[in-house]
Each structure stands twice: as structure tokens, then as C-alpha cells.
């Protein structure tokens, strides 16, 4: 059983920082692809970032490129991405996801494990 478990999100001004946290237990993800999604009200799920666990690539929406980092720590199974610059339109319910297989795509219907979603909420 795959376990997805987000934390850090929470309230911030814009231009300020907020560190998302995710950790995955229940099987190792060494050949997988991990990545972040984001919903916002009456919006569709986006892609926010996404990399490759073993290799480290990492891939980023055009939206937060220079401003988010998708980071992963491998010894404790832990997915980060470290957002900086924040801006009121990236208020969103932040989701961790995992797919099988070591192909990226910007796609939620082709990850198989979600978390359970944090909210981040930027004020102007």
C-alpha cells in the first residue's frame, strides 16, 4: 500500500516563501517519477514539477520556473519543493503524486498515487 503524506502548506504574503513536504512510504519509488499538482477552485489540476527519482532531472511548469524547486531526498523517502516568490495565483490545494514507470509527463490521470492535498493560500 503506497502512502503519500503532504505537509507545510499554510497562509503567506506574496513575495514570501512556503516549503512543501511529502513523504512516501510503502514502497520505494527508485525508478519512478514523483511530482506536484495543484487545484484551485473551479479549476482543473495542474502540473506544478516533477523528477525523476533515481536521476534527479527535474521538470518544472512554465508558471514557476525560477521560482519553485523540486528537490527529493532518497534516504528518507521525502519529496520537497521549495516555492519562493509566491503570488496570489498560486493559491491552490498543493497534491503529491507518483507514477510507475520512469516517463515524465504534466498528466494527473497518469499518476497512480496522489496524497491528500495541502492547502497554500498567498494574500496580496
Known amino acids: ?3 503519500l503524506v503532504e505537509s507545510g502548506g499554510g497562509l503567506v504574503q ?3 516563501s512556503l516549503r512543501l513536504s511529502c513523504v512516501a512510504s510503502g514502497r520505494t519509488f527508485f525508478d ?6 495543484r487545484q484551485a477552485p473551479g479549476k482543473e489540476r495542474e502540473f506544478v514539477a516533477a523528477i ?18 523540486i528537490s527529493r531526498d532518497n534516504a528518507k523517502n521525502t519529496l520537497a519543493l521549495q516555492m519562493n516568490s509566491l503570488k496570489p495565483e498560486d493559491t491552490a490545494v498543493y ?3 507518483a507514477r510507475r514507470g520512469s516517463g515524465v ?11 491528500q492535498g495541502t492547502q497554500v493560500t498567498v494574500s496580496s
Open 32 to 37: 519512478n517519477v514523483m511530482g506536484w499538482f
Open 95 to 97: 497534491y503529491c503524486a
Open 52 to 69: 525523476r527519482w533515481s536521476a534527479g532531472t527535474t521538470y518544472y511548469a512554465d508558471s514557476v520556473k525560477g521560482r519553485f524547486t
Open 14 to 16: 506574496a513575495g514570501g
Open 105 to 115: 509527463t504534466p498528466r494527473s490521470s497518469d499518476y497512480q498515487y496522489w496524497g
Open 1 to 3: 500500500q503506497v502512502q
